[in-house]
Each structure stands twice: as C-alpha cells, then as structure tokens.
C-alpha cells in the first residue's frame, strides 16, 4: 500500500499549485479520499474530502472557493488544486485513504514573497 503526494513547493503570495496524491496496493477507486495539512505548532487539520465517485465533495472554510479538490478513478490519483495563496496555507500536505487508513509521507507547501 502506498500513497505518494506530490506538487508541493515555494510559491509567491496569490500563487497556484497542484498537489497530486499517486495510490497503489488498495481498492482506491471505492475510497473516500481526503487532504490534510500540518503547519508548524498546529494540528493537522482537514482540508478536502472526496467520496469514492467525485459526487460528494467538502472544503474547509479556510479554503473554500480558492481550492478544487479531484480525482481520477482511472489513474488512482487524486489532485488538489490550490489557487490564490496565502502564507497561512504554508504547511505540510498530506494525502489519507479514508476507508483503508492509509496516509502519504506528505509534500511541503510553502507560500512566502
């Protein structure tokens, strides 16, 4: 079993990026899938959250309207696209496999001029 984010990186303030989660070894296409992140001193928190066939789908309200959470079924890869950045999203980005419990290793996003 296996979870591989990608797509992270430094990106100015208003910036974009497109974090991709790669899945292997699990019914991935009957899993809810989620997003979370991790800043410094915090806790990790819930960012997205995506049912098995895209119809159910929830944001945090700290980035609702600025992110787009999605996948594809047939390349066992989920995707979370971020837009109009802020310093407040620096953190580490981890992908979760809702139903099997299976985390990623995570990919930094940080977001700084």
């Known amino acids: 079993v296996e979870l591989v984010e990608s797509g992270g990186g430094l990106v100015q303030p208003g910036g974009s990026l497109r974090l991709s989660c790669a899945a292997s070894?699990?019914?991935?296409?009957?899993?809810?899938m989620r997003w979370y992140r991790q800043a410094p001193g915090k806790e990790r928190e819930l960012v997205a959250r995506i049912s098995s066939d895209s119809s159910d789908i929830l944001y945090a309200p700290s980035v609702k309207g600025r992110s787009t959470i999605s996948r594809d079924n047939a390349k066992l890869t989920m995707y979370l696209q971020m837009n109009t950045l802020k310093p407040e999203d620096t953190a580490v980005y981890y992908c979760?496999?809702?139903?099997?419990?299976?985390w990623g290793q995570g990919t930094q996003v940080t977001v700084s001029s």
């Open positions: 979760y496999a809702f139903g099997p419990d299976y």
């Open positions: 070894g699990f019914w991935f296409s009957r899993s809810e």
